[in-house]
């Protein structure tokens, strides 16, 4: 059985992105206590048991200078604080998906997490599988957070970078915050990823405007195009 992991590294401004495609299976040497199982959003998927697994993906620099796309199907009953995915180097944060800084919800932060975190409205512990959708755009500085197609949050992240970021799915790294569920189809795109979204969720610095454009695009969630 084997699960099928794309990521395209996100690097600087003076480098290249590199593209990692391959195909994992438990008996790669990343694999740490996480399972294969057979009903993923798409053929097989990665399972945590909220104790001691993860998979050390490897090398994924991140900078603000570089618009990106992230995209990861998740899957969990619980709602517990728990870290599904991170890039990170020691201190330095490059991105993280985070589940349970409110009961089930999503959180999308990055090198600016101390300040900026874009919560999701909808909780995703169901049991069903969801498709999480990150898209920053780089020109701007801003990322827009999708579940299942639909809009949740959108804010400006600032300047940042975190050139030397390991990417780890399943905990935290250098803390513990085990994650209890299942991830499938992640990627992490060195991509233009503005789109609609960004200019409703972002239209300028100005937070008054900015939380008008949220109450805006949240009238009319269900009716917004996928990215």
Request: hydrophobic share 45%.
């Amino acid at each position: 059985m084997h699960w099928c992991l794309l990521a395209v590294a996100v690097v600087s401004q003076h480098l290249v992105a590199q593209a990692i495609n391959e195909t994992l299976d438990a008996a790669d040497a990343r694999w740490h206590g996480a399972k294969v199982i057979a009903d993923g959003r798409t053929g097989g998927a990665a399972a945590f048991d909220g104790k001691a697994s993860w998979i050390d993906v490897g090398r994924c620099p991140i900078d603000a200078a570089r618009s990106f796309m992230l995209t990861c199907a998740i899957r969990t009953k619980d709602g517990r604080f728990a870290t599904p995915l991170i890039a990170r180097d020691g201190e330095v944060l490059g991105l993280s998906l985070v589940i349970g800084r409110e009961p089930g919800k999503i959180s999308f932060e990055a090198w600016s997490w101390l300040s900026v975190r874009l919560l999701s409205r909808r909780r995703v512990d169901d049991g069903q599988w969801h498709l999480i959708e990150v898209a920053y755009d780089a020109a701007t500085g801003s990322a827009v957070l999708s579940i299942d197609g639909e809009a949740e949050a959108g804010a400006r992240l600032g300047h940042g970078a975190s050139p030397k970021a390991e990417l780890r799915l399943g905990n935290n790294i250098g803390t513990d915050q085990p994650f209890h569920g299942d991830l499938d189809q992640v990627r992490i795109e060195a991509k233009d990823a503005r789109s609609e979204r960004h200019k409703l969720f972002v239209p300028t610095g100005d937070p008054i405007k900015l939380a008008a454009a949220l109450a805006r695009v949240r009238g009319r969630a269900t009716a917004a195009p996928p990215f």
